[in-house]
């Protein structure tokens, strides 16, 4: 983890344990180059890094602003990192039903960029909150970036195993979202009946470079899933 981001984290945190409310103000950016032994430009990255994520807003002469807080069990629809940050205060788990090596599909290895003759992870696996089933998820990931995974990783964060595990930088993310109808085999993965209402969401995820990885088409349970978005002016 990059010094700014571990300050960022650290920003969060202090906001989390003392309370601070939507227009309380955070130390001047003196201070905080002070208080983390930090460069100003160190600093302003992660403040950066906390306006993206909605943690805070800057206002030009004025200072620095606690942002009002997400709602407990929203999945962010603008985050590249994986849902489970957005539900740190729930029990996430995962069920393991496909983990293998393969070739791509043809739509896998085109949103992929890569020959159908090259290798892939599949992994299919339902996703669980608090017990409950929340999606079903399929992923492929390109083997010659994503190079080992196992049921034990798969089980759990696989975007943490990315980050901290390989060292990999995740950057940008392309998402496309559908609305429909679940099929048998979705509806019984997820507990409901078939025809229900589903919302797909299809996502392709970078790394910094530009370089696609993973291939994921993510199937909610709409009986259990919340979804948020935090618009800042860049979007406006």
Do not use: W
């Not at 996430?92 to 090259?118: C, F, H, M, Q, W």
């Amino acid at each position: 983890m990059l010094k700014y981001q571990q300050i960022a984290n650290e920003i969060e945190k202090y906001i989390e344990d003392n309370k601070l409310q939507q227009g309380d103000k955070l130390p001047v950016l003196e201070t905080l180059m002070s208080q983390f032994e930090a460069s100003k430009s160190t600093i302003i990255k992660a403040l950066d890094l906390l306006e993206r994520k909605g943690v805070v807003f800057q206002v030009r002469g004025s200072g620095i602003f606690v942002r009002r807080h997400k709602r407990k069990g929203y999945i962010s629809l603008l985050s590249n990192q994986g849902f489970k940050e957005n539900l740190e205060d729930f029990h996430v788990t995962s069920e393991v039903i496909e983990l293998e090596v393969r070739k791509p599909t043809e739509e896998a290895a085109a949103n992929l960029n890569i020959g159908r003759d090259e290798d892939v992870y599949y992994v299919k696996r339902v996703r669980y909150i608090n017990g409950q089933t929340l999606c079903l998820e399929e992923s492929f990931y390109n083997k010659s970036i994503i190079t080992y995974l196992n049921s034990e990783i798969v089980s759990e964060s696989i975007f943490d195993y990315i980050k901290e595990g390989l060292g990999l930088k995740v950057g940008f993310s392309d998402m496309y979202l559908q609305v429909d109808k679940l099929s048998e085999e979705e509806a019984g993965y997820l507990g409901l009946k078939a025809g229900s209402p589903k919302l797909c969401v299809e996502t392709i995820f970078h790394l910094t470079n530009g370089q696609p990885f993973d291939f994921s088409k993510v199937t909610y349970n709409y009986e259990q899933s919340q979804f948020f978005v935090q618009a800042n002016s860049s979007f406006l």
